[in-house]
């Protein structure tokens, strides 16, 4: 069964950078696009940056020039590095990526979520 294991949160101060990095299991599926959503206390869940299984890559306006997409296609690992970090990038972070199945739909899976609080 396909699962997504994430690490890397945490607490640092306004100003400094965090790594977050989600590892995809899988057996039999496929995985297609991979990517970091945040949610903060009292708001809709937002994209942060995906990478396609093409290479492409796309950010959220709030975190474009600041943070860093990357993905390692061999093993299905996907990092977020997170630079200038400031107070309202304070939310839960949770890994996102498509999986297919041969014969069955493409289908998302999320992470279970990792805590990044940036505060002094």
């Known amino acids: 069964q396909a699962r997504l294991v994430e690490s890397g949160g945490g607490l640092v101060q306004p100003g400094g950078s965090l790594r977050l990095s989600c590892a995809a299991s899988?057996?039999?599926?496929?995985?297609?696009?991979m990517g970091w959503y945040r949610q903060a206390p009292g708001k809709q869940r937002e994209l942060v940056a995906q990478?396609?299984?093409?290479?492409?890559?796309n950010y959220g306006d709030s975190v474009k020039g600041r943070f860093t997409i990357s993905r390692i296609y061999a093993n299905d690992t996907v990092y977020l590095q997170m630079n200038s970090l400031k107070a309202e990038d304070t939310a839960v972070y949770y890994c996102n990526a498509y999986f297919q199945v041969p014969g069955l739909d493409r289908t998302p899976l999320w992470g279970q979520g990792t805590q990044v609080t940036v505060s002094s």
């Open positions: 899988e057996s039999d599926a496929k995985v297609y696009a």
């Open positions: 990478v396609s299984s093409g290479y492409s890559t």
